[in-house]
């Protein structure tokens, strides 16, 4: 497919295609947990992207790579990659575009703990949800929803470690992640922030939850985030037994 798009330079819908190709894969690759390949598939969809012209999907493919950089630690490359994202629009962009954006900003400042920044991203996103778009322009083609804010509400306030309101931000959030890689890996963020306040018995509860859901879909990174969840939790207690015993399970059902 890439040969065939190559000897036809002037084909932007067969580069959009493939942008499209190499951001999923960037995305299975990212929740197999392999961060190299998932860079390399973030950086080819971009270039992509570009070779079709369309600055919408040149935005949305570095705003992937951005908030992926801040999910793996790197949060203020990931800010720089999601500034240039937001470059990438203009007054014309859907408003679901510049929500997403300032919503994955939110999360990306409160990795970085700045505080006046996640709030100011926040409220620019929760301006522009729930907007009725006009003609839809892919790959922005719903609504960004007041619950997704909230998604990323929850998220940003997690990272940040404000427990009370992450709390509140959780569960006004939950009710709206109805698939279950997201509901696995917002528990995961709100037991990591649980688990660094002393309450370490909701945590592993949380975890163990989170891990029966990555066992079941094969998600590394949810697997990875509930290994890094325990680095944080005592050595003993029931919970953390039930979910020790699991994450022995998995090593031994890799050796079948």
Known sequence: MKQIVRNKPHDARGFAALSEVAGFS??????RGDTVLACARYRESIRFAESARNPLLVSYMIGSLGHFAVEIGDSRQ???LLDKAARQLDNSSPAAARAWLASLRAVAFGALRDRVAMTEALNTAEHLAD????EARWPWMFAFTSA???RYRSSALAKFGDLSAAKSAYAAALPGMTTPKPQALAKVEHALLLARTAHQDEAAKLGLEALRVGRQYGSERIVSSVRTLRSELPVRSHEVEDLDRMLTELYEEDQR
Do not use: I, S, T
């Open 148 to 150: 997704k804010v909230a």
């Open 131 to 134: 907007r009725r778009p006009g």
């Open 26 to 31: 960037a995305w299975l690759a990212a929740d």
């Open 78 to 80: 990931g800010v720089r």
